[in-house]
Nanobody, 120 residues
Framework: VQLQASGGGLVQVGGSLRLSCAAS????????MAWYRQAPGEQLELVAG???????TYADSVKGRFIISRDNAKNTVYLQMNRLKSEDTANYYC???????????????WGQGTLVTVSS
């Protein structure tokens, strides 16, 4: 199984970016999906999560600005980031619980980081 994240880049304060993370490989089913981020010198933090039923959760710092969504047909999770602030600068990682055929249950898989830099 591979998770391919994309969409990061350089954007000015107040701008928008859309991150994508697509799962591929031998997949039986996809469950909870989430985005985390880690700024330089900081701990990894949960940004947003979405269950297989579509229930969402957000960090307080991004509520009202970021929207997480998923396309189950494409095994893809998105993060629409609006009204970006300089403190949103970080490496963003997708995390997806996937049940692979040889396993007895879903396991977490991580995508490679995609860097988001918000300049003032």
């Amino acid at each position: 199984v591979q998770l391919q994240a994309s969409g990061g880049g350089l954007v000015q304060v107040g701008g928008s970016l859309r991150l994508s993370c697509a799962a591929s490989g031998s997949i039986f089913s996809v469950h909870d999906m989430a985005w985390y981020r880690q700024a330089p010198g900081e701990q990894l933090e949960l940004v947003a999560g979405i269950t297989s039923d579509g229930d969402t959760t957000y960090a307080d710092s991004v509520k009202g600005r970021f929207i997480i969504s998923r396309d189950n047909a494409k095994n893809t999770v998105y993060l629409q980031m609006n009204r970006l602030k300089s403190e949103d600068t970080a490496n963003y990682y997708c995390n997806v619980d996937i049940w692979v055929p040889e396993a007895v249950g879903a396991m977490p898989f991580w995508g490679q980081g995609t860097l988001v830099t918000v300049s003032s």
